[in-house]
Antibody, heavy 126, light 108 residues
Framework: QVQLVESGGGLVKPGGSLRLSCAASGFTFSDYYMTWIRQAPGKGLEWVSYISSSGSTIYYADSVKGRFTISRDNAKNSLYLQMDSLSAEDTAVYYC???????????????????WGQGTMVTVSS | SSELTQDPAVSVALGQTVRITCQGDSLRNYHASWYQQKPGQAPVLVIYGKNNRPSGIPDRFSGSRSGNTASLTITGAQAEDEADYYCNSRDSSGNHRVFGGGTKLTVL
């Protein structure tokens, strides 16, 4: 069964740190790009960070760049998000998602986040 | 602010057809993908690429694109289609992924 399971969320004080984990199963983790996406309470989806299958290419949203670090351990089928200097604006449910890239016959690209975890809640509050 | 723009809310009568749109300059170069999210649940991919449905997604869901606008069409909307819908594509750099603000679909 293809599955992603996040863990590591919780309550943290402003300025604090938290490390999220995402355990993958049911597919060859090392073959896939992975992404973190978050959703603040009552708000829409916000893309946070991307990592290539080997870990050699990484991108961050401007809102988290310099504070968050994405990484992966393909031997452990795991994805991570180290979050530092947290603020109230980082309060959200954090999802990990498997990412595919699909090209049509003309070469036009579409992303596809085809597998999502159940999410882990991060609350930043004093 | 999002580089993809969606109407905040759309309604449709049961069994009728509804189109949910997503506008953005990047859609001239990239296809959108679409996600359905019901309360308390993780999003689910419903359309990706030119017009591709993952296994298990009903064929009443379809996608299209024209110019800078991508559309998700539900033909014969069902009560269970009531949900939030998000489009996704790339930003102008091509490296960052971006989501639209979401459309709340109400089935009357």
């Amino acid at each position: 069964q293809v599955q992603l399971v996040e863990s590591g969320g919780g309550l943290v004080k402003p300025g604090g740190s938290l490390r999220l984990s995402c355990a993958a199963s049911g597919f060859t983790f090392s073959d896939y790009y992975m992404t973190w996406i978050r959703q603040a309470p009552g708000k829409g989806l916000e893309w946070v960070s991307y990592i290539s299958s080997s870990g050699s290419t990484i991108y961050y949203a401007d809102s988290v760049k310099g504070r968050f670090t994405i990484s992966r351990d393909n031997a452990k089928n795991s994805l991570y998000l180290q979050m530092d200097s947290l603020s109230a604006e980082d309060t959200a449910v954090y999802y990990c998602a498997r990412e595919g890239a699909y090209f049509d016959s003309s070469g036009r690209l579409s992303d596809a986040f085809d597998i999502w975890g159940q999410g882990t809640m991060v609350t930043v509050s004093s | 602010s999002s580089e993809l723009t969606q109407d905040p809310a759309v309604s449709v009568a049961l069994g009728q057809t509804v189109r949910i749109t997503c506008q953005g300059d990047s859609l001239r170069n990239y296809h959108a993908s679409w996600y359905q999210q019901k309360p308390g649940q993780a999003p689910v991919l419903v359309i990706y690429g030119k017009n591709n449905r993952p296994s298990g997604i009903p064929d009443r869901f379809s996608g299209s694109r024209s110019g800078n606008t991508a559309s998700l069409t539900i033909t014969g909307a069902q009560a269970e289609d009531e949900a939030d819908y998000y489009c996704n594509s790339r930003d102008s750099s091509g490296n960052h992924r971006v989501f639209g603000g979401g459309t709340k679909l109400t089935v009357l």
